[in-house]
């Protein structure tokens, strides 16, 4: 139920904000075997899939649950750029593969397209599948606004495949960012409640700011 939401024809959902040329992303699927409801608790400023639900789930869903409310708090702050909230990235990138193939035109209206779907609490990666998506002044310029609400983000040349990814041929600068939860797809993962309250924080309060960050690499090569 966000302010003109509308989805498109390969079940992604779109939220337009503005016409800033940054794509903000996460994906609205997980792993999960069953469906329904799973127990949670918190440990040391954690979320954890309960004892109880050892036997009824096989992950807590993090990846990339914590993205979509990321974004879906972007939203309502009115943070500039379109949103997208990608289908079937677990599978395979679905939703963003098939955008990349039909609607190349628009997506090259963008300057930059980044992703709140990684591990950890420090990454901004310039690197998926072993190849440059990103530059390192523009994932450096990340850190640094980061950095100023306290938190330490540093570029990553270590990134693995998410939707951006689809989209390093078209729009210069494609990255993923970190955003707390660890082992994902498995019993194990946890979320780190703290990191995600302080980058919430720092992203609802961006305004323009994104828009000004460096463009540098050459989506053709």
């Known amino acids: 139920p966000l302010p003109g939401a509308y989805q498109d024809v390969y079940s992604n959902w779109h939220v337009s ?3 800033a040329p940054i794509l903000w992303s996460c994906h609205t699927d997980t792993v999960h075997h069953k469906a329904g409801r799973q127990q949670v608790v918190t440990q040391n400023g954690r979320l954890a899939l309960s004892a109880a ?67 950890g609490t ?39 495949y998410t939707d951006t990814e689809q989209y390093a041929g078209l729009i210069p600068e494609c990255t993923n960012l970190s955003v707390g939860y660890s082992a994902a797809h498995s019993s194990h993962e946890t979320i780190d409640l703290t990191h995600v309250a302080r980058l919430r924080a720092a992203l609802v309060q961006l305004g323009e700011i994104a828009s000004d960050w460096p463009i540098e690499r050459d989506p053709s090569i």
């Open 122 to 160: 420090s990454d901004v990666i310039t690197h998926q599948c072993g190849k440059r998506t990103c530059s390192d002044t523009f994932a450096q310029a990340i850190s640094d606004t980061l950095r100023h609400s306290g938190m330490i983000y540093l570029p990553c040349d270590r990134g693995v």
């Open 53 to 119: 639900s050892g036997n009824v789930s096989n992950c807590l869903g993090g990846d990339d649950t914590v993205g979509v409310y990321l974004c879906r708090e972007m939203v309502l702050a009115g943070v500039p750029g379109h949103y997208i909230f990608h289908y079937g990235e677990e599978k395979g990138c679905i939703g963003s593969s098939l955008l990349a193939e039909t609607h190349p035109e628009w997506l090259q209206t963008f300057n930059a397209a980044i992703a709140f779907d990684r591990a």
């Open 17 to 19: 904000v503005s016409d």
